[in-house]
Structures are given as structure tokens and as C-alpha cells.
């Protein structure tokens, strides 16, 4: 039997008390390790972590807390050969995709500790300025933001096993708020290897930092009114954390990542062989491919002018056709595998049903697997479907294959093409692809309100802007509608999901004793 990794807890390692699931190499169908948390006592370490964690961790300013962000970049950046390894083994990604989640876990982590030495030696933060609250102006109302005192839980997806620990638990740990982890079964032991490496530097304090990999049973029945809980995953398992006592009757403060039908749009001056044209046709294969598409912020749908649908079909699919696909430990694989075998049959299925309503413009079933076992291997090739009439697709829309997977649609004029990304009813990112400043200026502002980022693709910065997809720690993270209505990250707008707003209502001599 494989080893059972443990869980960190109340400042223990602890072993589950049944047999385990066991972690499954995607690509070789070989059993990697077991977990399980069976029997842990959720209600005390909870406390511990509430209690322990939460006042070492505000009793240190945020310049200390930044220090010990910094510390465990170091720990993690000397251990990165150890986390390729299990991303290899466990997610089944090429080097390149490993890269995304634990490159963009270390860089994430790196740029909270910058942002957290420059907020200096304070313990808590002011809002705003210092307001009269009548004739006489002695007596103010200056809003303070000081540490929630409860505990962050995070329950995240299996696609991101590295960064999504990291870009919620360095906001959280610069606010002085305790972290306890529960990855996604699926790809566990990446968080933990990491958890437990940072755990064993000895650089937080004790229960300031818990993981918990194995099943969710009870983590949302331990939370109280000052925790707050952060989910990332499907729209599915959102409802149900919407829905527990925990948030709807003892408020706990919720922040949700779901699932998301993000768009690239092609802007109706970019015709076939301008720069933007074929800046569009670069980004959508890299975005349907990196990960293989497992990304909730992959290009699902292709917006480009009716005139330049042809050319755009034949163009992106050239490009993914040279992708090669199968066994990440071959140099010459670009795309590796999906998680496990139910997400293989749900990518199955889901292209089935968008079928229903599209065409096959690029068939992913035509790439040969390298070095992988089709019986086996979790590995499919890229597809990329087509919808002549744009509107009357609407499973397109409202259907988010989570695989390398999107759809091209034509559109009319830009009335149309906004009107149709916003049957996607609130996404992650949409991408903007031209080269009249002005035009994408204004396309922006139109796709504000329903993306929580607008990614703007202008041949001045064809080779230097940072991915459709790639999520940076400076910006927004989250979307409205059924994005989930989250705001992750944003630089320093993230601390305030872990801080509590609170006017101080005071005579100006007592006020200023604050500044
Ligand atoms: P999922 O099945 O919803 O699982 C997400 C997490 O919830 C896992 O840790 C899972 O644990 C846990 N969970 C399941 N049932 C639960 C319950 N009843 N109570 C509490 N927790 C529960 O999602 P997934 O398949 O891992 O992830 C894929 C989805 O995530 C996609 O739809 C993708 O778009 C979305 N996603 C969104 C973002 C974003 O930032 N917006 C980022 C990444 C992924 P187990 O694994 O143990 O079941």
C-alpha cells in the first residue's frame, strides 16, 4: 500500500483514522500516495487555529508577517524540484503548465510580501480620511480595518493545487488571519508537500497555518461568525456552501470562485493578416491547450467578425493540430493529461452536448497520444468547435467544458458580438483583440460590469502582455454572476475580505492617537 500523508492540525501531524483515497498518475493509472482525515477533531483545531494562530499571528505587524511571506518564498523556491515532480505524477502536466501553478504560487506569494513590507509597523489599517460628523468639527468618524479573529478556510479546486493555496494564504497571513487549507482530492498532495514544508521551516506561528486533504465532511459546520471561507470549484459544490448554516444563518463571510464561460473577442477592424488577427489565433490555442484547458480562466468561446470566421477556423485549428499530445515526461509533449478518468468523461460528455449545436471545426480525437496508453491515460487532444449561428447556441454559452475545448462564434457588428458575451452571464476574463486605441478602450468599459478583468491585446503589446488566462496578483481575480461574485487578489484589495470595517465614532484628539 502507498504512504498515507498526513493532515496539519491543532499544530499536529495526524493520520486519518480509515484507509485513505488514493492519488492517482493520470497519465500511468499508477497509485502515487493516500489521504484521508477521517476522525480529526475539525472543532478543536479549528480553535486552536482561532485562538493560537490568530493572536501570534496579530500581535505581529504586517511588515513581520510580510517577513515570514518572504521566508516561505525562500522554503518553497528551494524545494520547487520536489513540487515539478508531484505536478508531473499527479496532475499530469508538462513542465510549462507545472510552472503556471507553482511558479505563479511562489511569484503570487513573493509579490504580498513586497505589498506587506510597505504597509510598515501598523497593526491595523485606516479607510479613508477622518470625516466631521457635525457643525463642530471635534467630533470625526475615521473607519479603521483591523484582522477578522477567525480563521480563513479554503476550499479549493483540483486544478490549481500550488497557487491556489498561495494567492488566498498570503493575503490572509499578511492580514494576521489563520489559515486551514482543504485541497481538492484529486491533486492533495502538492498543497500538503507544501504546507508541510513551510510548517517544518518553523516560520509561522503554530496554528497559524493547518492542512486538511481528504473529504469536506464537517469543515463548514466548524465555522463561526468572524471566520470566513473562501471556495473555489464548481458551481455545483458553491450552492451547497451558499446554502450551509454556516453562511446563511451564522453569517460567516463567504467568498466564491465558480465556474466561467470566458470570451475572446476579435474587434471588427481586425481582419484576417493584421497583427491583432494573428495575436488572437496565438492566444486562444495557448489558452485552450496550457493545462489542457483545466484553467477557469481558458477561452471558452471565439467572438470574430462573420467575414473573418472562415479564416479564423482554419487558422486556429493549424495551430493546435501541431500540439502533441500524451505523457508529460516526453520533451516532446506540449500538452499533458487532464486530472483523472471522471474528468476525462466529463470533457466526453460535454462535447457531446455542445455538438448538439456545433460543429466540428478541429477534432482533438485525431491527435495520436505519445508515449501514453489511450486505455490508460487521462489524455485528450484539443478541439475546437464552431457555431455559425451565434445566437441560437445557447448550450455554447452556458456550457463550461472544464478540457481544451472552445467554440467559434461570428457576429454581426459590435452590438452583437457584446450582446453574445454577455450571455455568459458574468465571466473571469474577456480578451479584446485590435489595434484602434479607442475602439478597445470602449470595448473595455462596455465588458466591465460582467468581467471581473478585460484583457486588451494591441500589437504594441503583442510580446509583452501577460496571457488572457495568467491570473497576476496586481489584479482582480473573480467575476460577477455566475463567475461566483468573487474579488480575489488586486494587490492589496484583497487584505479586505480578511479585515473587518468599523467606523470610530471619536472627539479628533482621540482620533489622532489612531494615525
Ligand atoms: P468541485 O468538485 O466543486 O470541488 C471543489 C472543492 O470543493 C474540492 O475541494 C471538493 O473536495 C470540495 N467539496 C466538494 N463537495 C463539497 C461539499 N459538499 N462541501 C464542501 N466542500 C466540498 O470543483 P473541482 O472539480 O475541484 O474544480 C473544477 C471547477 O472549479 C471548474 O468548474 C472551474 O471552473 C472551477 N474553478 C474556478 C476557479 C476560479 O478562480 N473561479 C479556479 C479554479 C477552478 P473533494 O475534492 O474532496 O470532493
Known amino acids: 500500500m502507498t504512504e498515507l500523508i498526513s493532515n496539519f492540525l491543532a499544530g499536529q501531524w495526524q493520520h486519518g483514522s480509515g484507509a485513505g483515497t488514493a492519488l492517482i498518475d493520470p497519465v500511468l493509472g499508477t497509485e502515487l500516495v493516500r489521504i484521508d482525515a477521517t476522525g480529526l477533531d475539525l472543532a478543536a483545531g479549528f480553535a486552536f487555529a482561532r485562538n493560537q494562530g490568530g493572536a501570534a499571528l496579530r500581535a505581529l505587524s504586517y511588515r513581520e508577517r510580510a517577513a515570514m511571506l518572504g521566508a516561505a518564498v525562500k522554503v518553497l523556491q528551494a524545494n520547487r524540484d520536489a513540487y515539478y515532480e508531484i505536478a508531473t505524477t499527479n496532475s499530469g502536466t508538462v513542465k510549462n503548465d507545472s510552472a503556471v ?6 511569484f503570487t506569494l513573493g509579490t504580498y510580501a513586497k505589498l506587506g513590507d510597505a504597509l510598515g509597523d501598523r497593526h491595523f489599517m485606516l479607510d479613508g480620511e477622518a470625516a466631521r460628523l457635525g457643525k463642530d468639527p471635534l467630533f470625526q468618524s475615521q473607519h479603521v480595518l483591523v484582522p477578522t479573529r477567525g480563521v480563513a478556510l479554503f476550499i479549493n479546486a483540483f486544478n490549481f493545487p500550488a497557487w491556489g493555496l498561495w494567492e ?10 489563520p489559515v486551514i487549507v482543504k485541497p481538492a482530492t484529486t491533486t492533495a498532495w502538492l498543497t500538503q508537500r507544501m504546507v508541510k514544508d513551510v510548517v517544518d521551516a518553523g516560520i509561522f506561528p503554530p496554528g497559524a497555518l493547518s492542512v486538511i486533504c481528504g473529504s469536506s465532511a464537517g469543515l463548514m459546520d466548524a465555522l463561526q461568525p468572524f471566520d470566513v471561507v473562501s471556495f ?6 458553491a450552492a451547497v456552501i451558499r446554502s450551509h448554516p454556516a453562511v446563511a444563518q451564522r453569517f460567516v463571510r463567504v467568498n ?7 470570451s475572446a473577442l476579435l474587434l471588427p477592424d481586425a481582419a484576417p493578416g493584421s497583427e491583432a488577427f494573428d495575436l488572437l489565433v496565438k492566444e486562444v490555442a495557448r489558452e485552450m491547450t496550457v493545462k489542457s484547458g483545466q484553467k477557469c480562466t481558458a477561452i471558452r468561446r471565439i467572438f470574430v467578425p462573420e467575414a473573418s470566421y472562415d479564416a479564423a477556423a482554419q487558422a486556429i485549428s493549424a495551430r493546435l493540430a501541431k500540439t502533441t499530445v500524451g505523457n508529460p515526461r516526453n520533451e516532446s509533449v506540449r500538452m499533458g493529461a487532464l486530472v483523472n478518468r471522471a474528468q476525462l468523461a466529463s470533457v466526453r460528455e460535454g462535447l457531446d452536448h455542445l455538438k448538439q449545436q456545433a460543429q466540428t471545426l478541429h477534432d482533438g480525437a485525431t491527435h495520436t497520444l505519445v508515449d501514453a496508453d489511450p486505455a490508460v491515460a487521462c489524455c485528450v487532444g484539443p478541439t475546437l468547435l464552431g457555431a455559425r449561428d451565434a445566437d441560437a447556441a445557447d448550450r455554447v454559452h452556458d456550457t463550461e467544458v472544464f478540457g481544451p475545448v472552445a467554440t467559434l462564434l461570428p457576429y454581426r457588428d459590435t452590438a452583437h458580438a457584446l450582446a453574445l458575451v454577455r450571455r455568459g452571464q458574468g465571466s473571469l476574463v474577456a480578451s479584446l483583440y485590435g489595434s484602434d486605441p479607442a475602439s478597445l478602450g470602449a470595448t473595455a468599459l462596455e465588458l466591465a460590469d460582467s468581467h471581473g478583468r478585460v484583457h486588451v491585446i494591441s500589437p504594441d ?13 496586481q489584479s ?4 460577477p454572476g455566475r463567475a461566483g461574485g468573487g474579488e480575489e487578489l488586486g494587490g492589496l484589495r484583497a487584505l479586505g475580505f480578511y479585515h473587518r470595517r468599523s467606523a470610530v465614532q471619536a472627539s479628533t484628539t482621540v482620533l489622532s492617537t489612531l494615525s
Open 461 to 473: 503589446v503583442g510580446q509583452l502582455h501577460t496571457g488572457h488566462g495568467n491570473v497576476m496578483p
Open 232 to 237: 473555489t470549484g464548481s458551481a455545483e459544490t
Open 476 to 479: 482582480l481575480h473573480g467575476g
Open 256 to 262: 466564491i470562485e465558480a465556474d466561467s464561460v470566458n
Open 101 to 106: 501553478d507553482i511558479d505563479g504560487a511562489i
Open 168 to 177: 488566498k494564504a498570503a493575503p490572509a497571513l499578511l492580514s494576521g488571519v
